[in-house]
């Protein structure tokens, strides 16, 4: 089974449309939350631990880009706000999320479980998802937190190169082109974003530290938090996270 075999039409629409689940649902269906810094690998993990242990994704970020296609018609007052606050270049206020995840309350009752992705992001948005999750008789099994230092998640990202025409990316080291600079894909030229240069990455990162920081207190104060190292091969930092999530079984 793939993350794709989950049916997330009422993730991606609200609650007005019906998702179909799989048939056979996990006997012990995992609820979690993710967390990681741009770079740590955080959205590999999320696609693997989807895979294999079935949680439904729910990312915000799709919520976010699927509102974009959608007719005006089809779009909820929460829906309208963030995507008016996007154009302007501007950050989604709390209230506007918190309604939007509201919006689709019935993913938290998904029999598959759930693995929510961008959300929350502030002590704000965590307390109204433990009000949300309470009024649903839900409970958190964990938040996974993917660590990694500064330093090698600069050299991570900076070494990142994006084709100027079909956006492919690359990676000087990871995943290097047949010919240097030059795209696979459409012989295009790979460039160096500006978000990716080392400059750029440390205020990314300080701004996600600042931000983060009082949320990784937050929960783990309520004991949930379970940090796990972000170094190696995704499949290493899978392993990890299985076995974490194996020893909350027992």
Request: hydrophobic share 40%; glycine share 6%.
């Amino acid at each position: 089974m793939t993350a794709q075999d989950l049916d997330r039409a009422a993730w991606f629409k609200g609650a007005s449309v019906e998702c179909s689940i799989d048939s056979s649902p996990p006997d012990r269906p995992f609820r979690l939350v993710l967390l990681g810094a741009p770079g740590v690998g955080k959205g590999t993990q999320a696609e693997l631990i989807s895979q294999r242990l079935r949680p439904c994704h729910l990312s915000t970020g799709d919520v976010f880009r699927a509102a974009k296609s959608l007719p005006a018609s089809e779009r909820t007052p929460a829906i309208t706000q963030a995507l008016a606050c996007m154009q302007r270049g501007e950050l989604v206020p709390d209230d506007t999320v918190i309604n939007i995840v509201r919006e689709r309350s019935r993913c938290m009752t998904c029999p598959a479980g759930f693995l929510l992705d961008g959300f929350p992001r502030t002590v704000r948005q965590a307390e109204a998802l433990d009000v949300l999750l309470t009024q649903l008789g839900v409970k958190l099994d964990a938040v996974l937190s993917y660590d990694m230092p500064l330093e090698q998640v600069i050299a991570r990202l900076s070494g990142r190169r994006t084709c100027a025409g079909c956006k492919a990316v690359f990676h000087v080291t990871g995943r290097p082109p047949k010919v240097p600079d030059v795209c696979d894909n459409c012989g295009g030229q790979l460039v160096l974003r500006e978000d990716d240069r080392p400059e750029s990455i440390r205020v990314r990162m300080q701004a996600y530290q600042t931000s983060t920081a009082p949320l990784t207190d937050y929960y783990q104060k309520a004991g949930l938090l379970v940090s796990l190292s972000a170094a190696g091969a995704p499949e290493e930092i899978y392993q990890r996270t299985a076995a974490a999530l194996s020893s909350l079984r027992r």
